[in-house]
């Protein structure tokens, strides 16, 4: 996984099945239509940021996708087991960097299910 701190930023990783899963160039937006509407444009731009990087790789999008952007006082993600319930446990990913703490809940929240403790578990707890 890379995070290209630039602006525009980047975000690149690989998937299991050999894919590249590429996104980043944020921008604020306050009409969801018109952010829909950029989804071509944009996904064009992070290829041409990502080509840049990686000039033998083919980044054509076969998907694309958009959504909002949320942060927390913090900035920091929220991950684990709610207070106050058994099995319930969040993945909240604030701060812009839901895709790269999606990984750290993926671990955290699968090693809490399975009676492990995770060295991070603190950091983001609840």
């Known amino acids: 996984m890379i ?44 290829a041409k940021l990502a080509g840049r990087i990686f000039p033998r790789l083919d980044f054509t999008p076969h998907y694309a996708w958009t959504g909002n952007f949320g942060d927390s006082d913090t ?27 999606s990984m750290l809940a993926a671990q955290i929240i699968s090693r809490t299910i399975n009676g492990i403790t995770d060295p991070d578990a603190e950091v983001f707890a609840p």
Do not use: C, H
């Open 75 to 101: 900035g920091m993600p929220t991950i684990g087991l709610l207070p106050g319930y058994k099995r319930v446990y969040a993945a909240l990913g604030f701060g812009g960097n839901g895709f790269t703490s």
């Open 3 to 46: 995070w290209q701190a630039a602006d525009p930023y980047l975000y690149v990783r690989t998937t299991l099945d050999g894919r590249v899963i590429a996104g980043g160039a944020d921008e604020a937006f306050s009409d969801e239509d018109k952010r829909d509407g950029l989804i071509a444009k944009k996904s064009a731009k992070i």
